[in-house]
């Protein structure tokens, strides 16, 4: 079933309290060169100071914001890693996308001032609260910013894209051999290793996304474990031949 909106009250009493909430320098996080342009003078960056309203902690399974809800802000994650999904008639659910520390989420809601999709925490996590109108000023007053903006949305439609072909044009051990290495890429910008990763979503989670059901996900995992192209340890993966999985994934683009 469809989760229900909340209330315009109590979003209304939630931004309330956010606004309590301590303040947050940008110039002093450690994740800025991900969500921010770079290349800002003291004066803008002191500016986009004021951009972030507050932190807000979410538990594990929690919901940031769910199909419905009123568009008031966007929300940069500062740790932890999150899945975007939708709810079919029948309740079943779509997973639309992973997002990971020093990504922007909220976005969908620009189009028409409701969100329409849900945004769940897959571990305890952070995100710092920017309200839009605040992200819309400052856009017109330091155009760095604007451009970055505007990349930001830019992204989105080229990943949107590409998991359209990935769906369309890939086997199943494409599609995983894709998936693992982006992971890696994001993982590897933000200072982990290059070979290992921790997998916060579920088998089922995966299958959701890469439009595979989870006897494949599993079967797939398997299979490049007995070729040696990964290990498996639940959810522990080690890369040990990243040759042959960057072969996988480019026999779909050949």
Known sequence: MHAEPRPIEHQQAEAKQLESSFKVACSNCNLRELCLPVG??????????????????????????????????????????????????????????FQMAGEIIGLDGIVSDKHNCNAIALEDAEVCVMPFNHVEDLSRQIPMLQRHVHKIMSREIVRENGVMMLLANMRAEERLAAFLLNLLQRLHARGYSK????????????????????????????????????????????????????????????
């Open 195 to 254: 070979s290992e990763l921790i997998l916060r979503m579920t088998r089922e989670e995966i299958g959701s996304y890469l439009g595979m059901k989870l006897e494949t996900v599993s079967r797939t995992f398997s299979k490049f474990s007995e070729e040696g192209i990964i290990e498996v340890k639940q959810k522990n993966i080690r890369i040990l031949d990243h040759d042959k999985l960057k072969a996988i994934f480019n026999a779909s683009t050949c």
């Open 40 to 97: 800002l003078s003291t004066d803008e960056m002191q500016q986009l100071d004021g951009m972030v309203a507050s932190r807000k902690k979410i538990k594990q399974g929690g919901h940031l914001y769910s199909s419905g809800d009123a568009f008031t802000m966007l929300y940069a994650i500062r740790t932890g890693f999150f899945k975007t999904c939708v709810v079919s008639e029948d309740g079943r659910e779509q997973v639309t996308g």
